[in-house]
């Protein structure tokens, strides 16, 4: 495919739908540096093109170059305002920036502009469980299980915050669920511990906690990793 664009570049050096096409290729391929070079010439050939901003944008948030991705975004709705994904990803990078309120903004404007997607709800109630409004956040997560049953990350969430209430029995039967669906989940085999370990089940938590280490241990993540085995220590003295 990238032979196909290359030739078409030729022919027409200012074709702008070949650099960005050749650039989703290379997304594919992974040359990140490639794909983000080919958006930048889609750009420059036509400045109006909302979804090489829009993707050239994901590509830096994922170099972690987080300032230039959200320009692209605030570029993207500029050009495209009815664009769910772009507020997404908009809310998303503003709260790795750590302006958790202009995340929730944006996250409610998806909401708004396309009130059946889970992902908006979950996002928005990450968002509200940060800001202190752990009712609020479960009831996006029942939003978002409402309209994507079986949505592992909801159930895990709402979890969480079920457990920050101290409402121990409900937080256990979402990080069940959240297991059942997602047999991988490390977190929720974590947080299950947790509760078990509160509930005074410490054979369940001993159990839980063995299972999360193990899961992170494959998943190479070490410090979650320490961290659990610490747990374990703790639970077993």
Do not use: H, M, W
Request: hydrophobic residues 30%; without cysteine.
């Amino acid at each position: 495919a990238i032979a196909d664009y290359n030739q078409a570049l030729k022919i027409n050096p200012n074709y702008d739908k070949a650099y960005y096409n050749r650039g989703l290729t290379r997304y594919e391929l992974g040359d990140k540096q490639g794909e983000i070079d080919d958006y930048t010439q889609a750009i420059k050939v036509n400045p109006n093109y909302a979804l090489a901003y829009y993707n050239r944008g994901i590509a830096l948030s994922e170099k972690r170059e987080t300032q230039k991705a959200l320009n692209d975004f605030n570029q993207t709705i500029k050009l495209r305002p009815d664009y769910t994904e772009a507020y997404i990803y908009r809310g998303l990078t503003l709260y790795d920036l750590g302006d958790k309120q202009a995340a929730f903004n944006d996250f409610n404007q998806a909401i708004k502009l396309s009130p059946n997607y889970a992902n908006a709800y979950l996002n928005r109630g990450l968002t509200r469980a940060d800001l202190g409004d752990k009712q609020g956040a479960i009831a996006d997560y029942n939003q978002a299980l409402k309209y994507k049953p079986g949505y592992d990350k909801a159930y895990y969430n709402r979890g969480i915050a079920y457990f920050d209430l101290k409402n121990l029995q409900q937080a256990l039967a979402d990080f069940n669920q959240a297991i059942k669906i997602n047999s991988k989940y490390a977190n929720a085999y974590y947080n299950r511990a947790l509760t078990r370990r509160d509930l005074g089940d410490k054979k369940g938590a001993l159990a839980d906690f063995k299972q999360a280490a193990e899961l992170y241990r494959q998943q190479n993540n070490n410090n979650y990793y320490e961290d659990t085995l610490i747990q374990i220590r703790k639970l077993e003295q």
